[in-house]
């Protein structure tokens, strides 16, 4: 065949190929494309070229083999010898001897390799030390592993949460109630769950940091009333009433502690009770520091007070501080309860309680109702503190109620007038007495505030949190131990006041 005959070959099959791309439906339109193409853009049009060919080629190109061997073989030595050499990282950093101390639950610990006495941490009934619960929190664990990994309305609910809360309401006396995972973040979620922008809330302004977070993200009308203050309620509520006589209905919260976190008294609940009912208000009250401790069972303030359960709209409490478990819950009717299984968000957007903190606090719970001594011991050395602190110091005062096991100490009046003490100062003494004691073998701490907003004008700081000292009291030590211990602090207090000029 010479070059003429294959030309003509050549010819002839470029044109049968036409044909036959031709009669391709939207070749035409193709090939139109592509000839516009190259006369406005030829560069694109090898771009588009390339492009298409890679892709063909990707597309057949063989698989990646993972079995390839692509790495460097190590002899047996080298991989000893690299082992030996390796050290891990530490997850988390190392804790100071203070952070050691404060995450320590016993009453006598060991701080700087020493023994000190704990009187920092809410083990009141020194649960933790309690080889049922260890046993029972081990079982669980090896039966339900550490966490349920997901949240409670997905998959996250197991039998022993449903448990749990059947032995809460139980307990209470309330139809219904529901667990959260998070103590902090119950009475935050609870707030918003039910009260919206429009709603009106009034609260004592006092209350504590996870109510105020609570209610700011609820964006309702607030009103505060003075703390414990029953006529500055009234006249609060009086005036609401006028106020949204001629307005559209809304829906309206009072809003309390039973037993004060930043104060440490306890609230005034039938004076409450009486107003909720005569002004068609609601009641959310966060039991979060009376559970557990108050009333002969540790029902709480309404056991103490002899108030009804059922008189409470919703009670929030935590499993986290008397119980030595962890979360928290709210309890009420079963409307009350329903309601925050889909608009509560830390309960929705959540991973449940641990099951192994869930027995726990079932346990705990079970411990105090069949055994009411274990509070009565505890009553009994918070009474033994009392001796010691506060009728016989000339410095401090306690602001906590008799049964209350968390004794919060703030300098008399006179003491911040003759000193000249600000706020600052008060803070920077009390820190010293704290390490002063811990010097003498005793630890304790110091209430905490939130630091101010920046910018923030009087009016918008309103109740202002006093710097305290704090004492956790418990069932753990004797009654000797505990004498000795407040001795130490009443000594220290006195020490750090007088080295402190007017």
């Not at 529901?178 to 935050?188: E, G, K, L, N, P």
């Not at 803070?427 to 209430?447: C, K, P, Q, S, Y």
């Amino acid at each position: 065949m010479d070059l003429q005959d294959a030309q003509s070959w050549l010819n002839d099959i470029l044109n049968e190929l036409s044909t036959q791309f031709q009669k391709v439906p939207g070749s035409a339109i193709l090939l139109r494309y592509v000839k516009s193409s190259y006369q406005n853009d030829p560069v694109r049009s090898a771009v588009e070229l390339f492009l298409f060919l890679f892709a063909v080629r990707y597309l057949l190109a063989p698989k990646y083999s993972t079995h390839k061997k692509s790495y460097v073989k190590l002899s047996e030595e080298e991989i000893d010898e690299l082992v030996e050499d390796w050290t891990p990282e530490p997850l988390v950093a190392m804790q100071a001897p203070f952070e050691e101390a404060e995450n320590e639950k016993r009453a006598v610990i060991l701080s700087n390799g020493r023994t000190v006495t704990n009187l920092a941490s809410y083990n009141f009934y020194n649960l933790v030390a309690n080889e049922t619960l260890k046993e029972k929190a081990i079982q669980t664990l090896r039966t339900y592993g550490v966490g349920p990994c997901g949240p409670p309305g997905f998959y996250g609910t197991q039998d022993v949460h449903m448990k749990t809360e059947a032995d809460i309401a139980s307990h209470l006396g309330v139809p219904a109630c529901i667990v959260y995972a998070q103590a902090f973040s119950t009475i935050s979620s609870v707030i918003p769950a039910f009260s919206k922008r429009g709603d009106i809330i009034i609260a004592d302004e006092a209350v504590n940091y996870a109510i105020l977070k609570g209610i700011q993200i609820s964006r309702s009308t607030i009103r505060w009333y003075k703390h414990n203050d029953m006529e500055d309620l009234q006249r609060i509520l009086e005036n609401v009433i006028k106020e949204q006589a001629k307005k559209p209905l809304t829906r309206r919260f009072i809003v309390t502690e039973g037993m004060f976190e930043n104060v440490g008294d306890v609230v005034n609940l039938p004076k409450i009770i009486e107003f909720k009912l005569r002004y068609k208000f609601r009641l959310i009250l966060d039991e979060t520091w009376s559970f557990g401790v108050l009333g002969r069972t540790g029902k709480g303030v309404a056991e103490q007070q002899n108030v009804d359960p059922s008189e409470l709209d919703m009670i929030i409490g935590s499993l986290a501080g008397p119980l030595c478990a962890g979360g928290g819950f709210c309890a009420g009717s079963n409307e009350i309860v329903e309601h925050q299984r889909i608009s509560a968000a830390a309960y929705t957007f959540s991973a449940a309680l641990p099951a192994m903190l869930a027995t726990t606090a079932s346990e705990a719970l079970s411990m105090i109702q069949t055994n009411p001594d274990i509070i009565s011991q505890v009553r009994e050395n918070i009474k033994t503190m009392w001796a010691q602190l506060d009728p016989r110091s000339d410095w401090v005062r306690c602001t906590s109620s008799i049964e209350n096991p968390i004794m919060l100490l703030v300098l008399k009046p006179e003491v911040v007038a003759s000193k000249k003490l600000r706020m600052a100062d008060q803070e920077l003494l009390l820190h010293e007495v704290v390490d002063e004691t811990l010097a003498n073998g005793v630890l304790i701490t110091r209430l905490h505030s939130m630091p101010r907003a920046i910018n923030a004008t009087p009016k918008d700081i309103g109740w202002e949190l006093q710097p305290a000292l704090k004492v956790c009291i418990t069932s753990g030590l004797t009654k000797k131990e505990t004498e000795r211990a407040g001795t130490i602090i009443r000594h220290a207090i006195t020490k750090i006041v007088n080295k402190r000029k007017a």
